[in-house]
Structure formats: C-alpha cells, structure tokens
C-alpha cells in the first residue's frame, strides 16, 4: 500500500521557523504534484503550497506567500514545507497530498481536496508565545 509519511512540525513560538517533510513510499508519486494542506481547529483542509512533479513551478495560497517554500528532491522521493516568520494564525494540522494524474500545479489546485487520494498522517503545528 502506498504510503506518505510525515516528520517535523511542534510548537513554536510566532516568528520561528520549521520544516515539514513528507516521504511516499513509491517512485511512482515522483511523476506527480506534490502538495500540502493544513486544518486547523473547527475549520475545513485550506490548501498552503504545490509543486509540480520536476520541482520547476510552486504555488502558494496568500496566506504562505513570501513565508513558506515548497521543495521536492524526487531522488529521496520527498516533498518539504520550510516555514518562516511562524504566525498564530498558522497553528494547524498539516497534511501532504499527491494523486495520480496530478501533474502540474494547476492539476493540484484544480482539484478539491476531497478528491485527492493520497494523504499523509498529518503533522501538529503550532504557533505561540
């Protein structure tokens, strides 16, 4: 069974800085958009990041621009979030996602959350003094 498997995350204080990783268990997904989510308390999975199956193009909601940096290294088959300057308002469960057929960032943004098959775990964030 195919699996991603997340590491990182904790709690941090705002404006400090971590880094996500999520490993698929299969070459496979390195053909594909990698991307995460995250979830916070009593609200619905907002998408935060993708990147294209080469690494070549990123996307990020508004809320992560210019803070957070989407990474892959297929040879590792792994996906990375680096997060900085670390918010409240960005504590959340974080999740990485992949599908097969999901290309490119647009194939990843096109499609709703509740469409994508492939999760990890997910990874507690949280932001606070």
Known sequence: QVQLVQSGGGLVQPGASLRLSC????????????????????RGREFVATINWSGTTTYYSDSAKGRFTISRDNAKNSVYLQMNNLRPEDTAVYYCATDIGLLSTTDFVGRHPDEINYWGQGTQVTVSS
């Open 23 to 42: 490993t698929a268990s299969a070459r496979t997904f390195n053909n594909y958009a990698m991307g995460w989510f995250r979830q916070a308390p009593g």
